[in-house]
């Protein structure tokens, strides 16, 4: 039985990692923080890694502490990130400063893993082509526009750095499914009988249901030695505008009629610095922000599969209407 550890498994993500790992059977550590909500870590046979990333010598403590009876664990999946705050330091902090103090810690304890995936972000790639609409592939020159972009491509170089560190980056697209909140947002929406959008141009949207993402994760740990110091696009491998993503979701929630409201780019950058404004006023992160206001705004998300289709057999099985069914399940279920 191998031994997984998952950092960030407290997350929407994270829960799903520790489930599916052990449902391939391996022997699974979550790590989360002490204040970290265990909502979605309700199996038994879990076992709970505490840590505190502020402090580099309290992580080195705690990897001894928990580490498995064989004096480390076979592979790290990395979930551990966040998606919005106040300001960049917090971004570089959780987003790069924890991944390098853990990773130096277990350098330092001579417990490097067989395997160690990151979770990175699409955004870490910048805006694609606008013009032509050429998808994002393997070949882009990563250009990231926003501070949680920049983030995720400083975490990204500070590993690409670490060659006896058998690291495999993933870069998903947007993740969606039961319990995830932003598009989750845009659901209720929907079910309220409105879709906002941003901008009048074509707009093409992938997405990636979060089982997907979990079962790519996990076939890439498997996988050979050819999935070493790789970066991976994960996506469905098609995109959708926003008139079709509507579509799939009023139809299953059984809506006829959705008003779409579009908001022109000078009015959703105008309300993305009140927000943030606003959040920084109150010390709180908002989920409308200028780095999301930059997101919001560009126009291709078209990615292109093929190393993760090639290296490890990458063949996303939720395509958005599959997907969209089990999260409108849910939400109903929550409703």
């Known amino acids: ?35 970290t909500s265990r909502r979605y870590l309700d199996d038994d046979r879990l076992h709970f890694a505490v840590f505190d990333y502020d402090d580099p010598q309290a992580v080195g403590r ?31 902090l959780v987003n ?11 350098k330092a304890a001579s417990m490097l893993p067989e395997r160690f995936l990151f979770m990175s972000s699409l955004s870490a790639l910048g805006p694609a082509d606008e013009k032509g609409y050429t998808p994002l592939s393997g070949a882009t020159v990563p250009n990231p526009n926003t501070r949680y972009g920049l ?10 750095t670490q060659s006896e560190l058998p690291w495999i980056i993933f870069r998903p697209t947007g993740v969606y499914g039961p319990h995830e909140q932003d598009y989750l947002m845009m659901i209720k929406s929907i079910d309220s009988h409105f879709d906002f959008g941003v901008g009048y141009r ?13 079962a790519a994760m996990f076939d890439a740990l498997a996988a050979g030695d050819a999935v070493i110091h790789k970066k991976y696009i994960i996506s469905e491998d098609r995109a959708y505008t926003q008139q079709e993503f509507r579509q799939i979701v009023a139809k299953r929630l059984g809506k006829k009629v959705v008003i779409p ?35 919001m705004r ?9 190393d993760a289709r090639r290296d490890f057999g990458f063949s996303p099985q939720f395509p958005l209407a599959r997907g969209i069914d089990a999260t409108v399940d849910a939400y109903l279920a929550q409703k």
Not at 17 to 35: C, H, M, T
Not at 263 to 288: D, F, I, R
């Open 1 to 35: 039985m191998k031994t997984l550890l998952v950092i960030g498994a407290g997350g929407f993500i994270g829960g799903f990692i520790a489930k599916e790992g052990l449902r391939r059977g391996y022997d699974v550590w979550a790590g989360v923080r002490q204040s």
């Open 62 to 92: 705690a990897l001894q502490e928990y580490k498995p009876e064989s004096g480390k664990w076979d592979c790290i999946i990395w979930n551990l990130g966040a998606t919005k705050a106040v300001n960049y330091q917090t971004f570089n």
């Open 96 to 106: 790069y400063q924890y991944l390098r103090t853990f990773v130096e810690q277990l």
């Open 151 to 160: 983030s995720k491509i400083k975490a990204e170089t500070y590993l690409s």
């Open 202 to 214: 074509k707009q093409m949207l992938t997405f990636i249901y979060v089982d997907d993402l979990v």
């Open 261 to 295: 409201v579009v908001l022109p780019l000078w009015a959703a950058y105008l309300a993305s610095c009140v927000s943030e404004w606003w959040g920084k006023a109150h010390a709180k992160p908002s989920t409308l922000n200028r780095d999301k206001y930059k997101i």
């Open 298 to 306: 560009q126009r291709n998300w078209a990615c292109d599969i093929s």
